[in-house]
């Protein structure tokens, strides 16, 4: 069964740092890799999705890159605002299941 | 284009009723998957439509039962509320089944379920 962890859980950092989420999976055999944001009360915003072919995507100033056979995949933003503030949850598609399996997310505070 | 609706946006109900969502994909798209979000539990697969077929089912009691029209458009009813289905339930669309579909998923905004 396909376990996706997020870590840390909350994290919290000025304005300007560039920082780096984590999420790891414990089955390599996926399709590809997503990462969303949740503003509070709302629904998700596909940020960046990866093929299990491709190493990193990139917009803007998000950066995500996947290691499938270390089973992680990190997303690196740059210069942060307050407005990147949200919950970001990073989601697998796996072949053994044949469907989305969510992380527990990170909930993100920028400090102005 | 408008995005993915769902309705209604919030509702309230008590244990052993039954209730039915409503979503709308967005034009064009044939896919439509429903998930259940809860602080708890995080967000779980409900079930996944195309074509007017269900391509997939995750772990959740019969209580939980979908459909999806031939506009594309879906609802998703749940009898014999229990309190443990107090939730968000969000939906989302996409050109064609995933993984098929190269796209991303497209969410609305969700449904708030309450369950007194």
């Known amino acids: 069964k396909q376990e996706v962890t997020q870590i840390p859980a909350a994290l919290s950092v000025p304005e300007g740092e560039n920082l780096v989420l984590n999420c790891s999976f414990t089955?390599?055999?996926?399709?590809?890799l997503q990462w969303f944001r949740q503003d509070p009360g709302k629904g998700l915003t596909s940020l960046l999705l990866i093929q299990s072919s491709q190493r990193e995507q990139t917009s803007g100033r998000l950066n995500a890159s996947l290691d499938k056979s270390s089973g992680r995949s990190t997303l690196y933003i740059a210069a942060s605002q307050p407005g990147d503030s949200a919950t970001y949850l990073c989601a697998v598609f796996d072949f053994g299941n044949e469907k989305l399996t969510f992380g527990t997310g990170t909930r993100l505070t920028i400090i102005p | 284009k408008a995005g993915v609706t769902q309705t209604p946006r919030y509702l309230i109900k008590t244990r052993g009723q039954q209730v039915t969502l409503s979503c709308s994909p967005i034009?064009?798209?044939?896919?439509v998957s429903w998930y259940q979000q809860t602080p708890g539990q995080g967000l779980q697969f409900l079930f996944e439509?195309?074509?007017?077929?269900?391509?997939n089912k995750g772990n959740f009691p019969g209580r939980f039962s979908g459909r999806q029209f031939s506009n594309s458009r879906s609802e998703m009813n749940v009898s014999t509320l229990e309190l443990g289905d107090s939730a968000l339930y969000l939906c989302a669309s996409s050109l064609a089944p995933i993984p098929l579909s190269t796209d991303t998923q497209y969410f609305g905004p969700g449904t708030r379920l309450t369950v007194l």
């Open positions: 034009s064009g798209h044939r896919s």
């Open positions: 089955d390599s055999a996926i399709y590809n």
């Open positions: 439509y195309f074509s007017e077929t269900q391509r």
